[in-house]
């Protein structure tokens, strides 16, 4: 039975500013997957995830989404893909339904679909009772909502997501992470960075590592727990293991995973 096609292919991938940002990343996220990239700010994350979404152009190396190559047709890449940055990026004028209006007529959805679709999204994210008023008055952790919810209108494949519960209150992060969940279990890909470790290690399917542009542990929590030797250990001592001590440990565990 052939493998099927990873939700996203990361190969040797790099990008330079002043000094190497990403520096020749390899990852492979399986579809249906929570996937959360974990590192200390400057580690290369945001810039990975913004060559993902066709933001910047890596300096070489290769970048598929479901198949689809990013460089040879971004494009169709897009069409599957959704990408919520940790700044909400909405129109402030608009109100969430003439929000999602405007978004899912950028995707040339039907009108009759994207209004069914955008009122269970404004539903689920409890806000209801705001979407006829202008965006312009709304908290970030509001607008933060707005965004996923154009995010998703589409219904993409691979959602990449990040900081995604910045600014959001503990009721509205619960829902979500609900959401979230509910659609890595219909198979969508969610691959999320994130500074609050308790949410990867509750929620995420496998954990990445990077630093210094580079990845240098990954698996489920429990595998991190046995290569960092700690039975008992917390994501919070994993990770911070990791970071403080990148070069041997780090080499270590990536050798044991090739080999396995």
Same mark, same amino acid.
């Given at each position: ?21 990403? +520096? ?7 579809? &249906?997957? $929570? ?12 810039? /990975?995830?913004? !060559? ?18 990013? &460089? ?13 940055? #940790?700044?909400? !990026?909405?129109?402030?004028?608009? /109100? ?5 209006? $405007? ?5 040339? !959805?039907?009108? +009759? ?9 404004? #539903? ?13 008055? $709304?908290?970030?952790?509001?607008? @933060? ?56 290690e509750r929620m995420a399917d496998r954990i990445g590592v990077i630093a210094k542009g580079r990845l240098i ?10 290569d960092a030797g700690g039975a008992g250990s917390s994501l919070e001592d994993i990770f911070l293991t990791l ?5 041997? @440990?780090?080499?270590? !565990?990536? +050798? ?5």
């Amino acid at each position: 039975m052939s493998e099927p096609i990873p939700a996203l292919s990361i190969r040797n991938l790099r990008k330079t500013f002043v000094e190497p940002a990403v +520096d020749n990343l390899s990852l492979t996220i399986r579809p &249906g997957e $929570f996937y959360a990239l974990l590192g200390p700010n400057g580690a290369g994350k945001t810039t /990975t995830l913004r !060559m993902v979404a066709g933001l910047l152009t890596p300096d070489s190396g290769d970048i598929a989404i479901t198949g689809i190559d990013v &460089g040879e047709h971004p494009v169709e890449a897009k069409r599957v893909l959704a990408w919520v940055p #940790d700044e909400p !990026m909405i129109y402030d004028k608009l /109100t969430p339904v003439e929000y999602l209006e $405007f978004v899912a007529g950028l995707w040339s !959805m039907d009108g +009759d679909v994207a209004r069914a679709k955008a009122d269970v999204l404004i #539903d689920s994210l409890a806000l209801t009772r705001h979407a006829d008023e202008r965006c312009q008055g $709304f908290s970030k952790g509001m607008k @933060q909502k707005v965004a996923l919810a154009g995010a998703l209108i589409h219904d993409p494949k691979l959602i990449i997501l990040d900081e995604p519960l910045t600014g959001l209150d503990a009721r509205s992060a619960r829902q979500v992470k609900e959401i979230l969940r509910h659609l890595v279990s219909t198979g969508v890909t969610v691959i999320m960075t994130t500074h609050i470790l308790e949410v990867a290690e509750r929620m995420a399917d496998r954990i990445g590592v990077i630093a210094k542009g580079r990845l240098i542990a990954e698996g489920t929590l429990d595998e991190l727990r046995r290569d960092a030797g700690g039975a008992g250990s917390s994501l919070e001592d994993i990770f911070l293991t990791l970071v403080e001590e990148p070069t041997d @440990q780090a080499r270590t !565990m990536l +050798d044991d995973d090739e080999a396995a």
